[in-house]
């Protein structure tokens, strides 16, 4: 059975940084398209930053350049870090992870970004 677990959340001031981490267990992550989403209070879930199984990477305008989405297989971990951080990064992140035509999800990582 798949199981992602979201960790790193946290309160954080405007400019600060924070490192999410999702372990996985029940399959290996290697090879697999991976993901990280957030959903705002009030809003839909969006999609924050992809990892393909070739580990190219794609991120949403909005966390261009102050986000970067890595994982490390041997330790069945994708990672999230966040730097430059906004009041409008303030989300619960989720990450995700397609294997075999199936997606998982955690249970999320709330992230207040506020001073």
Known sequence: QVRLVESGGGLVQPGGSLRLSCAASGTSISFKNMG???QAPGKQRELVATLTRGNISYYTISVKGRFTISRDS???TLYLQMNSLKPEDTA???CSLNSAGMDYWGNGTL???SS
């Open 111 to 113: 992230v207040t970004v």
């Open 74 to 76: 041997a330790k069945s």
């Open 92 to 94: 619960v992140y989720y």
């Open 36 to 38: 990280w989403y957030r």
